[in-house]
Structures are given as structure tokens and as C-alpha cells.
């Protein structure tokens, strides 16, 4: 008792990770850099324990670049794809085919549509013309020649689901495999769609069997770790290509939950722990996780050169170029590689993972068995290695001298890990580790931190007398080494931010001096704790503009990080004002934030009489014009190519390159839309297809632009950025290819 009134102190201090860590484990506070670690620790046990070997049951009958060029532009002719479903079953003998592709529309590529028009109307008189339409007619219509090449044979045709606001369904859907009758009143987190884009209906009635190829990205970096076995919609269950497949395989086993045992979680709980395969009186137990999902058994870096299943191209097998029976008895998945096809994944193993072997590899784990499992006593097992290792730590180390607690500390560390692997290698056991880690190395940092921290005391109450003054940076500076710091000016590599508000003019029709004032001044103090928060410092304020820069007088190694990370958030501050504005019957504020990292030349300038530690320089100069530019692309940040470079963690939509006036060299302008772990798969959708854009821009191919530029209005009607390009393609589309242009834009105006 005496230790720990001698030390309930830090006891209380090393306690705090672990309560933080309980807290995320029981979903109370979400902690991202937990969820993170745990990913990242996750896709390095995958990676060393994938097998890098053949699965030569399964085959990935390819649609890719080779096809695309011999064959033609995707979609197909209907009359092609029966050829190709012919040969793989007549020429081949393959066993199964699932095909991750969807044929939501009719095919009218014969014709016969406008031929029929023709007998019925203007060569309704010309019997011969009728006659000879009636023999070709089952030769022309695509859609039923293809359904013919379904009847009969085992397919699984793939479909997908939505989640618009309107609801949209086209196609027919399969027949769900499960109800909500099935799960006896209880809820489970299966994934909610509202809308489908499915089969024609004469190919359905001929597949009846179809599966969804849905993928369901983490939402903390995007990866594709999980592949989801059933889906939700309008209160029943639907399975995915995957499970349809081997269901299929299987003798078509009826599909019920498997609830954990009630003795581990309570009946609220809203999770599965597996699907129930049974036929005949066997059950087959298929291990899921969060979402109804399965944990993905990758076997390989994938691709046509990962070595983990044989890929085949499509053009191959419809040319007959392949030799007969050489895919005999295989289960074959038909999907497509090509880039321009969208289907290809960011996944642990691979930034560009066809989507096919993704179903590929869930397949060969049930076939095998060999499905990692997230058990449903997770939580269990989390909480109490939490409480163990933090309990120990937190009573142990303030008892410790450095060594021995670094000693403990490292043991500590060692036993979590090795037991987590241990369970991993041994049982598929997929259990959280990064929590406990964190706390472990929390709980020794915050003990051995706590006596520097109360020893400098003295030295924190004179940041505070002087941090009003000076930015809190340079205090801390002062205070650590006054003799060695300086202010004389250098050269340095820093990232400087320009702030300008717009709107002012209006609102100072509508509003007294003193008023105007004191909501300048509420909007200064805003955005400047923003700066100060992300270790900014403030050079000046100028009218409605404000200037700061990161990188000195302390300096950061992400300072342009920093920057962005500011501006965003301005930007986010002054939409809260707008609010209020509105409100209150004012006019809504616009921002423009330039952002430039370069060399500057940094430190006091001025007078004798009067002097500010500032930045000036070429660099300096180009963020002022960065931050005019915003009105022109009608975006609110626009920063330089340099500081894309320098903070590689956010996405970005590239604007244009532009010439300054004074400037011969052009410079990449680009602009943040946060965090890239943070932005959405129809956003990073949308970054990917400007970038086409932008790529078919400069190298004048203004029908490719035309059409890249239509489907991103399409869906985003209101972004000024992309009416400005439509402007700019009509200008440019009257005039002569130049063979000598660069793409960029001049700026002749200061």
C-alpha cells in the first residue's frame, strides 16, 4: 500500500492507454490508428504464411487487353459469348463456370430490331424481304441464341447490388437462398442494399443460378480484405458468386445461420459465426466475420503472373486456339484483367488485384477448408490480454528502475506477439493485437515521460507567460537552448499557406464597422487555432487575408503535411461560420488558400526601428498566385506540385498546369480532398477517372476528353472545375493540334 501511495501518480498515468484501449475495444471510442495498426498487422501474417503455389482446379478464363484488341471493345456480341460459353463446355468439358461479369441489357448489335421495323413499315410490302427476316430471325436475336448456350449447364451468372438513394433495380434477381425467417427474430449485420443491376430476363430464366460480386473495401485505408458470402435486400439473403458456386458444386445445401453460442455473446448480439451448408443430413460450416463476410485466403500476389491460378485468355478459347479438353473438369471463373474495365482491387497483397481471383481464392478456401476465422470471443480475448499486460505494467513499472523496465516492457511485448502468432499458425485464429501493443509501449513511454514532464515545470510556465506573443514553437526553442537559437535570416525548406476570405465587401454593406470587426476578428481566432493547432506559425494578417508558414523557426519534417492538414480544416471552419450566417441573414463567406513548399529565405527582416520574423522569396510569391487561382478553378485549396510531393498521404485532383506571369516554367497545381486512407470508393472512382481526363487533355485527344468529361458531369453536375474544362474543349477542339503545347494554362495578370 505504501508503493502505490507513492506512486498512484504515475500508476494513474499508466493506466490511462489501457483505458483508452478498452474503451476501443468495446466500441465505446473509436481509436483509427488501432483499427490501422491491427490491419497492417493482419496483412503481414498473410503475406508470410500465403502458400505462392497452383491451384489447378480452378481456372480464370480471362478477358483481357489481348482479347479486347483481337476481339473487339467490351460489351461483347451476345452471339460471340455463346460461342465461348460453347466451346468452354463442348470443346473444354469444363465442370463449372461462374462468370463475373453482368449482361444487364439487351443486345441489338444484330440489328434486328430496326430490320423488323423495316417489315412492319416501309418494306411491309415486300414478302421476299419478310420471309428471308423469318429465317434469320433466330440467327439475329443475340439474347435468345445466348440464353440457348446457358440452358442446361452449370452457371453461375454474377450480378451486383446498390446503395443510391433512388433505389434502382434492372435485370431479374436470383432466388434469395435465405429469408429473415431464418434468423428466428434475431438481427445480424449482413451488408443493406436498395437497389440491383442483374441479368436480362431470357438469360435468368435460363442461369437461374447467379451470385453477387460485391466487394466490400475496408473503410479505414480502402483494401479489400473480406469478401462478403450473403447480402441483404428487401428482407432476404442472396448469395454471392463465390458461395454460389460452391453451393452448386456441392448439390445446391440449403444455407442457415450459425449464431455463436450464447454462453460466449449474448442473443443482442447482431454478428454470425459462420453459414450452415446442409444436404442430406451433413452440415459444412463456412466461417464468417463482420458483415457476413469471409477473410479473403489470398494465395498469391494474383494476376496472370502471380502463379496462383491459370489464366487463360478468352480469345484463346473462343478462337479454338486452345487445345481440346485441356480445361476438362475445371471450374472456370470468366472475368477480365483489362484496366479499362474497372474491376481491378487495392488489396493486402496487390494494388491492382483482379477482382475475379478474388472469388478465385474464396473458392480453393472452402474447397480445402482452410478459412482464417475471426472467432466470436474476440472481444474476450482482447479485454482480457488488456487488462493482464496493462495491470502488470501499470502497478510494475513505477516500481522499476530504467533498465529493468525496459526489460519488462520488451518481455511484455514479446509474449503478446508470440501468442497471437501461435494461435495464428496453429488454429487460423485471427485475433486483435495492435490494442495491446499500443498500451504496452503507451503505458512505458507515459511512466518514464512523467518525471521529465514535472521536472520542467518551470519551463512550461514561461511557454505560457510568452506563447501569447510568440508562436508556442519558437517559446519551446528558446526555452530548451536560448544560447544556440537564432533568428538571423537562412535559407530553408518550408511550406508557406496564403488565406483569403471572400464576401467581406458584401457583408460590410450590411453590417456596422464594429460589427464587421469583431467578426473579422472571430474568424481570425478561429483559423489561427487551427494553424497553431497543426504547429504553424502565424506571419501576419493582411485586410482579410492571413499568412502563415510551417518549417520554422522549429523545424518539421512534414511541414507540408501540416499545411494541408490546416487547410482543410479552415476550410471546414468557415463552412461552421457560413452556418451561422445563414442563420442570422448574412452573406456565406468563400476561402482561398494557396499552398507552395519550397526554398525560402526565413527569419527577421525589417527595420531597426521595427522588425517580424517572416519568409520571403520566389516560393513565397508563387503561394500568394496559388491562392488567387482558387477563384479561377473554383476550388477551395489549390496547391503546388511540390507540395503534392511532399504530403503523399492525401488524395488529390491534379487542376491544370499553369505559367504565372513572370514564370517561363509551368507548375502542377492540385487540389486536396483529404485524407487517401479516408476517401470513398466513388471518390477515389472519380480521382481516377479525371486523371484519364486530364491525361487525354494534354494529349489533345478531345473525343476521349468528350466522353470522360460527360460521365463525370453526369455525375457531378455542380463542380465548377469540370464546366471550366468544358469551356476550355470547346475552344480548343477549333483550333489546330499543336504539336509544341505542354498543357498548360498562361496567367499573364499578377
Not at 172 to 178: E, F, K, Y
Not at 337 to 349: E, F, K, W, Y
Not at 504 to 527: A, C, G, I, Y
Not at 679 to 705: N, V
Request: hydrophobic fraction near 45%; charged fraction near 20%.
Amino acid at each position: 500500500m505504501q508503493a502505490f501511495a507513492r506512486h498512484w501518480q504515475r500508476i494513474a498515468i499508466t493506466l490511462i492507454p489501457l483505458l483508452l484501449a478498452l474503451l476501443h475495444a468495446l466500441g465505446v471510442v473509436h481509436l483509427g490508428i488501432v483499427s490501422r495498426l491491427d490491419d497492417i498487422i493482419y496483412d503481414v501474417r498473410l503475406k508470410a504464411t500465403m502458400p505462392r503455389s497452383l491451384d489447378d482446379r480452378i481456372v480464370i478464363v480471362d478477358i483481357d487487353e489481348k482479347s479486347l484488341a483481337e476481339v473487339g471493345r467490351w460489351p461483347w456480341g451476345r452471339n460471340k459469348m455463346a460461342k465461348l460459353f460453347d466451346q468452354l463446355f463442348d470443346q473444354q468439358k469444363i465442370a463449372l463456370l461462374g462468370i463475373d461479369v453482368v449482361f444487364a441489357e439487351p443486345d441489338e448489335s444484330s440489328g434486328l430490331k430496326q430490320l423488323q421495323s423495316l417489315a412492319a413499315n416501309e418494306l411491309k410490302d415486300q414478302s421476299g424481304f419478310t420471309e428471308r427476316l423469318s429465317e434469320l430471325q433466330t440467327t439475329l436475336d443475340y439474347d435468345k441464341l445466348f440464353a440457348k448456350a446457358l440452358e442446361g449447364r452449370p452457371i453461375v451468372l454474377g450480378y451486383y447490388f446498390t446503395g443510391d438513394r433512388d433505389g434502382r433495380k434492372s435485370g431479374v434477381l436470383p432466388a434469395p437462398v435465405m429469408d429473415s425467417g431464418a434468423l428466428k427474430g434475431r438481427q445480424i449485420n449482413a451488408s443493406h442494399w436498395t437497389g440491383f443491376g442483374s441479368n436480362i430476363d431470357v438469360l435468368a430464366k435460363a442461369a437461374p443460378k447467379a451470385g453477387f460480386f460485391n466487394v466490400l473495401p475496408n473503410v479505414n485505408d480502402g483494401m479489400v480484405r473480406t469478401l462478403p458470402m450473403l447480402a441483404e435486400f428487401d428482407k432476404q439473403y442472396y448469395e454471392s458468386l463465390a458461395l454460389g458456386m460452391f453451393r452448386m458444386m456441392a448439390g445446391n445445401p440449403a444455407v442457415l445461420p450459425g449464431f455463436p453460442q450464447e454462453r460466449m455473446v449474448p442473443r443482442s448480439y447482431v454478428g454470425l459465426d459462420s453459414l450452415q451448408l446442409q444436404r442430406d443430413g451433413r452440415t459444412l460450416s463456412v466461417p464468417v466475420t463482420e458483415g457476413v463476410a469471409t477473410l479473403i485466403p489470398f494465395r498469391g500476389p494474383g494476376g496472370p503472373k502471380g502463379g496462383s491460378y491459370t489464366y487463360v485468355s478468352a480469345t484463346d478459347v473462343l478462337n479454338g486456339t486452345l487445345a481440346a479438353g485441356q480445361l476438362k473438369g475445371k471450374i472456370v471463373l470468366l472475368g477480365t484483367t483489362a484496366p479499362g474495365l474497372l474491376d481491378l482491387r487495392v488489396t493486402p497483397v496487390g494494388e491492382a488485384y483482379p477482382g475475379v481471383e478474388t472469388h478465385a481464392n474464396v473458392m480453393s478456401g472452402m474447397l480445402d477448408g482452410k478459412i482464417l476465422i475471426k472467432p466470436d470471443y474476440g472481444l474476450g480475448y482482447e479485454v482480457l490480454v488488456l487488462v493482464l499486460s496493462g495491470l502488470l505494467l501499470a502497478f510494475a513499472l513505477p516500481r522499476l528502475s530504467a533498465p529493468r523496465a525496459v526489460m519488462l516492457s520488451a518481455l511484455v511485448v514479446f509474449v503478446l506477439v508470440a501468442l497471437n502468432l501461435w494461435l495464428y499458425w496453429s488454429a487460423g485464429l485471427v485475433l486483435p493485437l495492435a490494442s495491446a501493443l499500443l498500451t504496452a509501449i503507451a503505458a512505458f513511454a507515459l511512466n518514464m515521460s512523467y518525471g521529465y514532464f514535472v521536472e520542467s515545470r518551470s519551463k512550461r510556465e514561461l511557454a505560457r507567460l510568452f506563447g501569447t506573443y510568440v508562436p508556442p514553437e519558437l517559446v519551446d526553442e528558446m526555452v530548451k537552448d536560448p544560447e544556440r537559437y537564432s533568428m538571423a535570416a537562412a535559407n530553408k525548406e518550408l511550406t508557406v499557406l496564403f488565406c483569403d476570405m471572400r464576401g467581406f465587401t458584401k457583408m460590410s454593406e450590411k453590417m456596422e464597422p464594429l460589427q464587421l470587426q469583431q467578426l473579422l476578428n472571430d474568424v481570425f481566432s478561429r483559423l489561427t487555432n487551427v494553424i497553431r493547432a497543426n504547429r504553424g506559425t502565424i506571419d501576419k494578417y493582411m485586410g482579410d487575408c492571413v499568412m502563415a508558414f510551417w518549417g520554422a523557426p522549429v523545424g518539421l519534417p512534414n511541414h507540408a503535411d501540416l499545411a494541408v492538414k490546416s487547410a482543410l480544416r479552415m476550410a471546414e471552419v468557415i463552412k461552421a461560420v457560413n452556418e451561422t450566417h445563414v442563420a442570422k441573414g448574412l452573406p456565406e463567406i468563400g476561402i482561398g488558400i494557396g499552398i507552395n513548399t519550397g526554398m525560402m529565405c526565413v527569419g527577421d527582416m525589417g527595420s531597426k526601428e521595427r522588425q517580424s520574423y517572416t519568409v520571403i522569396g520566389d516560393a513565397v510569391n508563387l503561394g500568394s498566385r496559388l491562392e488567387g487561382l482558387s477563384k479561377t478553378y473554383g476550388v477551395e485549396i489549390v496547391a503546388s506540385a511540390s507540395t503534392r510531393k511532399s504530403a503523399p498521404d492525401y488524395a488529390w485532383q491534379e487542376l491544370d498546369k499553369v505559367r504565372v506571369k513572370g514564370k517561363q516554367e509551368a507548375v502542377g497545381i492540385y487540389s486536396p480532398w483529404g485524407l487517401a486512407t479516408q476517401i470513398t470508393p466513388d471518390q477515389l472512382t472519380e480521382l481516377k477517372t479525371w486523371a484519364q481526363f486530364i491525361k487525354a487533355y494534354r494529349g489533345q485527344d478531345w473525343e476521349q476528353c468528350d466522353v470522360l468529361l460527360l460521365n463525370m458531369q453526369r455525375l457531378h453536375a455542380d463542380k465548377y472545375l469540370y464546366h471550366l474544362y468544358q469551356e476550355r474543349l470547346g475552344s480548343l477542339r477549333r483550333m489546330a493540334l499543336d504539336p509544341q503545347w505542354d498543357g498548360a494554362t498562361n496567367f499573364e495578370t499578377k
